[in-house]
């Protein structure tokens, strides 16, 4: 393979079964010739879905903290924070 990724690989990511790094489509961007295209529409799109996690984890937590106290909202509330890279 000239993009040195397997051709399951490749077919997978095409079909948006499997989610590639960078580096494949840094790899691909070289192999088709696109002059940083394809890396770029890939820059762009991973940003967006980076912003709709962070946004997906607002809202849990927006919703965590309007529901009433119980002892496991706390543990549940911690564990988004320090997965949102949020220090306490």
Do not use: Y
Request: hydrophobic letters at 45%; proline letters at 3%; one cysteine or more.
């Amino acid at each position: 393979m000239l993009a040195r990724w397997s051709r399951s690989t490749i077919a997978n990511v095409e079909v948006g079964r499997q989610c590639a790094p960078r580096e494949f489509w840094k790899a691909c961007d070289v192999v088709l010739g696109l002059e940083g295209a394809l890396l770029a529409a890939w820059g762009r799109t991973d940003a967006l879905a980076r912003r709709l996690r962070e946004q997906e984890t607002e809202a849990q937590i927006r919703q965590l903290l309007a529901q009433p106290a119980p002892g496991c909202v706390c543990r549940e509330l911690h564990r988004l924070l320090a997965e949102s890279g949020w220090s306490s």
